[in-house]
């Protein structure tokens, strides 16, 4: 049960997370707090153009924060605002249930959080800073 | 000495199993679970009592009303207040310290006034005062937490001074197990006349509660804490600073005489339980403090202050772990974190083996700051637990961070 929540893939994430650091100068600083838990995380991002041409993240969590912000910033890495956003959207409702993971995708290896209704927001911390960066005109 | 074993016996809910494994039960300090004697005396109320207490004039109100008042008299008797007319019924501690921030505070302080509280506070002892101050202009003061997890005195004697007007303090804390010297701030706060608020939160439950003896004028706790059913706890007052409160919520029960335009307010302690009560929930306290009695809270303190040394002298035997409060006089909890394998990680992987602990800030986010974490996991320990216990949590934690040690 244990391998379903915490799969190889987000425990390589966790373990040697990608584009863990800060920005100088980010378009986008958003500081996010998880007040269930205290758990903080922080996103950078760097437009260029209408384009992502950087995102990195920092702060402390538990495995499945800390993975999620990872992967998420492989994903929104070159996107356009748009779909920045329609990743942002699609990702929240893979987590609430409404839309099913695509098997393929890294991100299915968050579809064990699910049953832990407890834990969901914790997945969703550093893309709900980005999309709350974005909103604030970053 | 009570016997271990026969009381577990008591607990239908100790018998159950999680994930296939014998429940370890170690979140007390969030919420203790219920013995038979109790849930018995809530099915009796419905099945025989049940009706709306005072006032009615029909053989179940009476009996209702004689219930819920014995179960008064049981709770001020447990903590030796010296009357139960200073005891009021609440929903719980978190309640009992609005109730004296709001009836008290917004009443009594002024611009320039001084509320001494510590940083290790829980927030609900905390934000009730910060709406209290930010109302009235007073402000809060807060004592130091030396790096030992017990309070720097020192500066507490210079912080409590003459625009002190009150010293709010928790009795033992959620997070480090500290005892707090109550007793030495409650002298301190009267010899500039100021008051003494204890939330006794994690002491009553715990350890003999003498109200007399600690010289406090408030003391707040929650009954879900100490074997009773969630939503009733109580404050307990000075009746002379009661008398003088303002009520704190209107309505019926808490009046005297009710006109268009202005009412007066009925006798203590009636005076702050507006509307129906939670009736059951009191009497199921009454019922939770017959089985404390019954133990003997000096054996139930003894219990815990061994089993909490042996869970600490066990758990400091893992390497890396950081243990938080003192390393003497300690309740029986431990706070502790991994360098490893983050709180909440660390508690999902031992609910998987059947125990349960807690896991993140515990409502003590000034302290986590201080502290300089964003979380610890903590087992809490009850009269119910055993060393089989806090052998099994420590086993758990050895796997859990096996597991999460063959990914790196």
Redesign the interface.
């Given at each position: 049960m244990m391998r379903e929540l915490y799969t190889q893939i987000i425990m390589d994430h966790y373990q040697r997370p990608r584009n863990r650091g800060e920005i100088d100068n980010p378009d986008i600083e958003e500081h996010l707090l998880n007040p269930l838990c205290g758990d903080e995380v922080t996103v950078y991002a760097l437009f260029e153009g209408d384009k992502v041409s950087d995102v990195k993240f920092g702060g402390r969590g538990c495995a499945i924060s800390q993975a999620s912000a990872s992967m998420m910033t492989e994903r929104l890495m070159g996107k356009s605002r748009e779909a920045a956003e329609k990743e942002i959207k699609g990702f929240k409702s893979m987590m609430t249930g409404e839309t099913e993971f695509p098997e393929m995708d890294d991100l299915a290896a968050l579809k064990g959080v699910i049953q832990y209704p407890s834990r969901i927001k914790c997945a969703t911390l550093a893309w709900n800073a980005f999309q709350k960066g974005m909103d604030d005109g970053g | 000495m009570y016997d271990v074993a026969e009381i577990r016996q008591n607990f239908p809910i100790l018998d159950r199993e999680v994930?296939g494994k014998p429940l370890v039960y170690l979140d007390n300090a969030a919420t203790s679970q219920k013995p038979r004697q109790v849930i018995q005396t809530l099915t009796d109320y419905y099945e025989k009592h049940n009706a709306n207490i005072h006032r009615g004039a029909h053989r179940l109100a009476e009996e209702a009303t004689a219930a819920y008042e014995e179960a008064r008299e049981k709770v001020a008797r447990f903590i030796s207040a010296p009357d139960s007319d200073g005891l009021i019924f609440t929903r719980g501690t978190t309640e009992s310290i609005n109730l004296v921030a709001h009836a008290w505070g917004r009443k009594n302080l002024r611009e320039g006034d001084e509320i001494v509280l510590t940083e290790t506070e829980h927030h609900s002892n905390l934000v009730p005062w910060q709406l209290a101050v930010r109302d009235t202009g007073a402000r809060l003061r807060f004592i130091p937490m030396l790096d030992d997890g017990t309070l720097d005195m020192e500066a507490a004697r210079r912080l409590i001074g003459p625009k002190t007007k009150l010293v709010a303090c928790t009795h033992a804390s959620n997070v480090l197990a500290t005892i707090n010297p109550v007793e030495e701030l409650a002298r301190l706060a009267h010899e500039n006349d100021a008051l003494m608020l204890v939330d006794g939160a994690q002491s009553a439950p715990h350890m003999p509660v003498d109200v007399e003896k600690l010289g406090c004028d408030f003391f707040a706790a929650s009954g879900h804490k100490m074997l009773g059913p969630t939503g009733a706890g109580f404050l307990w007052g000075r009746t002379e600073i009661l008398e003088e409160m303002e009520p704190f919520l209107g309505g019926g029960e808490m009046i005297r005489e009710v006109h268009l335009d202005h009412s007066t307010w009925n006798d203590l302690p009636y005076k702050f339980e507006a509307g129906t009560m939670n009736i059951e929930g009191a009497i199921g306290l009454g019922a939770a403090v017959d089985y404390l009695d019954e133990l003997g809270m000096e054996n139930v303190r003894e219990h815990e202050r061994r089993l909490g040394a042996y869970a600490h002298g066990r758990l400091s035997e893992i390497e890396g772990i950081v243990l938080y409060g003192p390393e003497k006089d300690r309740a029986g909890l431990v706070s502790f974190s991994l360098p490893d394998v983050?709180?909440?990680?660390l508690s999902?992987?031992l609910d998987?083996e059947g125990v349960a602990i807690r896991?993140?800030?515990h409502c003590c986010?000034p302290l986590?700051r201080r502290l300089g974490i964003?979380?610890t996991a903590r087992a809490s320990f009850y009269l119910y637990n055993t060393e089989e216990e806090a052998d099994a949590l420590v086993a758990a934690l050895v796997r859990a961070r096996e597991?999460?040690g063959a990914?790196?």
């Open positions: - | 994930h983050h709180p909440h990680d999902q992987l998987e896991s993140g800030h986010q986590m964003a979380a597991f999460f990914f790196a």
